[in-house]
């Protein structure tokens, strides 16, 4: 399907070390996908679902020891140690590939080899990158297809570069402990082997988009962010792009596709969604930054999702959607997860493929959905996508929001005083873990700009690439702030109503942005006057929360300020100096 010497010759040696019984291109026509899903049917591999009620959707289940991605063994790998830095899992490049050949070698005998062209951004987008997926899975080509432009348009936007990011994917028996996520971010080439998991199988999502991705821009002098990217209208017509970095399962695609309250829709006011999770950016013509998402569609996750927590998230899969992982309603042959409605089916398949009653299964405790199931979701059926989706020049930026579930310690919303300082807020995020990765949840971690499962090198150099792209932004940088919707009160019950109700929060962020608005100056940054925050048309938030909201425990950020210092000191002499001295002014402001 290509003339490309680069792809063909790399493709040779993949197919002489996995050894498949086929090879087929994926050239992304309806006619081969089509066939592929009735392949994925008769194997009993996808599930069709209700053709009225959810036409073209897919239900899939995993392994049930393969639900989520695997931080402990997703590694970068680099010929120095001190390039992947301090928080990603490191080996050697050479000793990583040993270390995997014999797993790879032969590992698709018998099995159909897939080749994936994809790319990742709009096609014809200066922007966009190249990558080619090589997969034993049925599954992935059929999310690939949903979240990237995959397929002959792909090739055409390569041509005859070398400059197309590797990928390697096989699901072999899908044993844990021979589990492993490898990016070599120096050769521009992505391994992945025994899961056939979404993060850690659609190469293009995490693997490319954010770990390879970031490495690229920060040789290349642009930025790969774990950043959602959002447009608010104006009745004149006026859009202000925001993007904003809440690590996993904090609510990026929920706020990225919020419906504006009653007090802005009746004004005029509209919220449009250009991407729920990546975003890439560069400086443009006229020195604004521009971003670009990098993704086709909405790897979500469903439970919780409903038509008030995210009525445009649900529309969204209600056609030409993969669901992974939720409970499948036998009497309807639809789906049904945790939060969607307060009726579990009673004639149901749990998501690890049990049938149960469902009334009496939750009763108990039971979860019919996996916490981490997901769907894969078109963009182009989202309601408020916006008519810049595929604008290859992108959007153009004027906030950039950091956030994270913090229960006290952080107010509902601060400006930060500068970009060097919104890069200190940035690398100071902390959350509580979810259940999109496995391990421990509900611990506090340090998640610099939710990028720490994410990030492909050194973070204290990603540190610093950020402080560089503000010098070459100068007083065309976005303004940087931090959110926490998630502050408790003393029973543990959120005070702030979350989801479109956010949007009083981030009204408030672009009125700072035009210089509209007084704040107020605290050791942390500037912080709204809780009358700022428009609360028409809530009934149980008064100024009074608000200014709880807002309140400062200069105590409490004391003690954040030493988990901050805890992490700097990981990054040794890789920690830039700006940061260093933004943290020790910091600890002077909150110490007077
Ligand atoms: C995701 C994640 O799936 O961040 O987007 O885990
Ligand atoms: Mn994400």
């Known amino acids: 399907m290509t003339e490309n010497k680069h792809v063909k010759q790399w493709l040779d040696e993949m197919v002489e ?17 089509a066939a592929l899903r009735d392949e994925a049917l008769a194997t009993g591999e996808m599930e069709a679902l209700n053709e009225e009620k959810l036409p073209g959707c897919l239900l899939h289940r995993t392994a049930e020891n393969d639900v989520a991605r695997v931080e402990g063994r997703t590694y970068i790998c680099t010929k120095n140690k001190e390039d992947a830095g301090p928080i990603n899992n490191w080996m050697e490049t050479s000793a990583m590939k040993a270390k995997l050949l014999p797993l790879y070698d032969g590992v698709m005998q018998g099995r159909t080899m897939y080749v994936i062209p994809y790319c990742m951004g709009p096609i014809g987008s200066p922007f966009s990158k190249v990558g080619i997926e090589l997969t034993d899975s049925i599954y992935v080509v059929l999310n690939m297809d949903i979240m990237t432009r995959m397929g002959k348009d792909a090739l055409t936007q390569l041509g005859d570069s070398n400059d197309f990011v590797r990928g390697l994917h096989s699901k072999a028996n899908v044993e844990e402990e021979n589990r492993y996520i490898v990016q070599f971010p120096e050769e521009n080439t992505i391994w992945s082997i025994n899961s056939a998991y979404g993060g850690n199988v659609l190469l293009g999502k995490k693997c490319f988009a954010l770990r390879i991705a970031s490495y690229q821009g920060f040789k290349e002098g642009w930025m790969a962010e774990h950043m959602l990217i959002l447009g608010i209208e104006a009745p004149n017509g006026e859009v202000n792009y925001i993007t904003a970095a809440f690590p996993s399962a904090c609510g990026k695609t929920n706020l990225a596709m919020l419906i504006p309250p009653e007090v802005y829709a009746k004004q005029g006011y509209k919220v449009w969604t250009v991407g729920d999770d990546i975003a890439w950016m560069h400086i443009g013509d006229d020195g604004r930054l521009y971003a670009i998402n990098p993704e086709a569609g909405f790897f979500g996750v469903a439970p919780g999702t409903n038509a008030k927590s995210n009525f445009n998230a649900l529309e969204s899969t209600k056609k030409n959607t993969i669901f992974t992982n939720v409970a499948h309603d036998l009497d309807q042959n639809t789906v049904w997860w945790e939060g969607l409605d307060k009726n579990p089916p009673e004639n149901v398949v749990e998501w690890t493929g049990k049938k149960v009653n469902g009334k009496e299964y939750t009763a108990e405790g039971g979860k019919l959905a996996h916490p981490n199931s997901r769907f894969t979701a078109p963009a182009i059926n989202c309601p408020c996508l916006s008519k810049e989706f595929n604008n290859p020049n992108g959007v153009p930026v004027t ?30 995020m902390a959350s509580e873990t979810t259940a999109a990765a496995t391990g421990a949840v509900g611990v506090v971690r340090r998640d610099p700009m939710a990028m720490r499962p994410f990030c492909g090198y050194n973070m204290g150099d990603y540190f610093g690439h950020w402080l560089e792209m503000g010098k070459k932004l100068g007083d065309k940088a976005p303004r940087i702030f931090n959110v926490n919707w998630f502050r408790t009160d003393d029973e543990g019950h959120f005070i702030w109503p979350g989801f479109g109700d956010n949007m009083r929060v981030l009204m408030w962020i672009l009125s700072r942005c035009k210089g509209e608005v007084d704040a107020v100056e605290t050791p942390i940054g500037y912080v709204p006057n809780a009358e700022d925050i428009n609360l028409e048309g809530l009934d149980d938030v008064t100024t009074e929360t608000v200014r709880g909201l807002l309140s400062i425990d200069k105590e409490l950020w004391l003690e954040d300020a030493a988990g901050v210092e805890e992490l700097y000191a990981m990054f040794g002499d890789r920690l830039p100096e700006e940061l260093a001295k933004q943290l020790a002014e910091q600890k002077a402001r909150l110490a007077k």
Do not use: C, N
């Open 399 to 428: 906030a950039m929001v950091f956030g994270g579930r913090r229960a006290k310690t952080a107010p509902l919303v601060y400006q930060s005083f500068d970009w060097a300082h919104g890069v200190f807020v940035g690398s100071a």
């Open 17 to 33: 070390l996995v050894k498949p019984a086929k090879v087929v291109w994926i050239d992304g026509s309806e006619a081969q996908l």
